[in-house]
């Protein structure tokens, strides 16, 4: 394991025991946030009150991908770094008792707090699963939309991470998740700062290369919607959070007149 990784889990269980603790979280650190211009508002207070006050005050996203992934209901949907479990619980309504939500975190803290969550809301079409988002515990072609909220600029492989996405999901299925983006380069002073990684901004990808990536993963219909610019010292002349949506395209059937007899 990397020593990033290793910051990125030992931060994220911290911030599970404050929430249990009756403690907001906040993914920022003092290097870039005064008071988190990321992860506040971005659940309605209808959405909010819809799930146990943890699950709310553990929100560490950068969006609110269940509000615009176009969930419906009998879907499968996988939530990469699911956290408190926010997106998970709210995509379950979403898709129903006919549908199943998956949760992927490697964050034992984070994992007990979201599956308490999970039963003070009830959800039995939810299951949070240990591990990580490079390495999802998932057989392939399983889901029809992967989310995911500022969590894929903190991997240290997002190849392997796109690449994992694009497993798991079947045939015509959907990405649609959140993420921290650049546009333009991030200080090199920035880059090495741990503290500013595991707070969402040293490990955003500039745009270009987040597409190359996907496209690089096999995904089609990339598009890439600015949806929060932040304002931080030290930072390129702009950084957003965006909605990132890709497709795994469908299958080519073998009997066509260039691979057929």
Known sequence: MSDLTEAVREKYGRIASDVRAGHDASCCASACCGADPITSNLYSAAEAEGVPADAARASLG?????AVADLLPGHTV?????????????????????GKVYGVDMTDEMLALARENQAKAGATNVEFLKGSIEHVPLADATVDVVISNCVINLSTDKDAALREAFRVLK??????VFDVVVRGGVPDALRRNVESWVGCIAGALEESDYRAKLAAAGFTNITIDPWRTYDIDGAPDTIFSAFIRATKPQSRSCCSSTCCG
């Open 171 to 176: 045939d015509g299925g959907r990405l649609a």
């Open 78 to 98: 996988l939530d990469l770094g699911s956290g408190g479990g926010i997106d998970v619980l709210l995509s379950a309504k979403r898709v129903g008792p006919t």
């Open 62 to 66: 950068c969006g609110n991908p269940t």
